[in-house]
């Protein structure tokens, strides 16, 4: 956890300890280099009023940040952790490092659609928009659609500023952009497609215990449908997965079974079991 200089937890320096390591401590190479700082919403600042608490793990953060983001030269521990008066620092200048910010910045959504006077109910936002005719200038209202299932697309940097984000910090991050949310078939692809894959994980385990593991193609289907009705993104992938695969696992083995074939009614009944279990916890 990155926090102000003087308190428990890593300095703001130690973000360039593991870009020197890298680059086996070549200064020269490492001040060329790129530093992605993931979990930027996680320093926002907690509240609009300073004077309750020190949030020195939040805006403490952001101000620290600024002078290794405007391009100086900063002195960096070359094993990391925190500072001493006897350390020996290696300067780095920060000028042509490329800095890349991201997060997931959880509850932007309504900071964006109170900018865009979006309703509840309604799908879209008055716009004005002066149109000319023959007689003169005239002002209109035109309707803008604005689509509520993506309102990422929309994102300014008043947004950031109201989520918790200093002025100082978004001025230095000139670029702002988003990602879009993954769709069926880029779930379906992470499902199956990567060399360390959920399915081709489950495959190997039951390999090792002599059981040849197969899918019926409809279960992937089902697998991507339940992540995106609950919104779980990629990482619920294996949430369900292992929902489904639970009881198979420690029981196939013992079967003496050669073959297993994960069917689509199975996957429905294992998951529908799952649900009352939480239901009767309830």
Do not use: W
């Not at 390591?21 to 609009?48: H, L, M, P, S, T």
């Not at 910090?169 to 993954?182: A, K």
């Amino acid at each position: 956890m990155l926090t102000e200089a003087g308190y428990v937890g890593e300095d703001i320096e130690s973000l360039l300890t593991r870009l020197l390591q890298v680059a086996d401590y070549n200064v020269a190479e490492a001040e060329r280099g790129i530093v992605f700082i993931d979990e930027i919403d996680k320093i926002a600042r907690k509240g609009d009023n300073p004077s309750i608490t020190r949030d020195v793990s939040g805006e403490g953060v952001q101000q620290g940040l600024l002078k290794l983001l405007e391009g100086s030269i900063v002195n960096v521990p070359p094993q990391g952790g925190r500072k001493h008066p006897d350390q020996k620092m290696i300067p780095v200048n920060t000028k042509n490092i490329l800095f890349i910010c991201g997060g997931a910045f959880d509850g932007i959504e309504r900071k964006i659609a109170q900018r865009l006077n979006t309703h509840v109910v309604g799908y879209s936002a008055a716009k004005d928009v002066v149109k000319i005719d023959r007689v003169g200038y005239s002002a209109a209202k035109d309707v803008v659609k604005i689509d509520r299932g993506n309102l990422m697309q929309y994102i300014a940097p008043q947004d950031l500023k109201s989520f918790g984000l200093i002025p100082e910090i978004i001025g230095r991050l000139p670029i702002l952009t988003y990602l879009n949310p993954l769709d069926r078939t880029a779930l379906r692809n992470i499902l199956t497609e990567p060399k360390n894959s959920i399915i081709k994980q489950y495959v190997k385990l039951f390999e090792m215990d002599g059981v040849k593991l197969e899918f019926q193609p409809e279960v992937f289907e089902y697998i991507v449908d339940k992540a995106i009705e609950y919104k779980l993104g990629a990482r619920g992938l294996r949430s369900i997965v292992e929902t489904i695969m639970m009881d198979v696992m420690f029981e196939i083995p013992s079967q003496k079974a050669k073959k297993y074939e994960v069917t689509l009614d199975f996957a429905k009944q294992q998951m529908g079991k799952a649900n009352i279990s939480r239901m009767q916890t309830a």
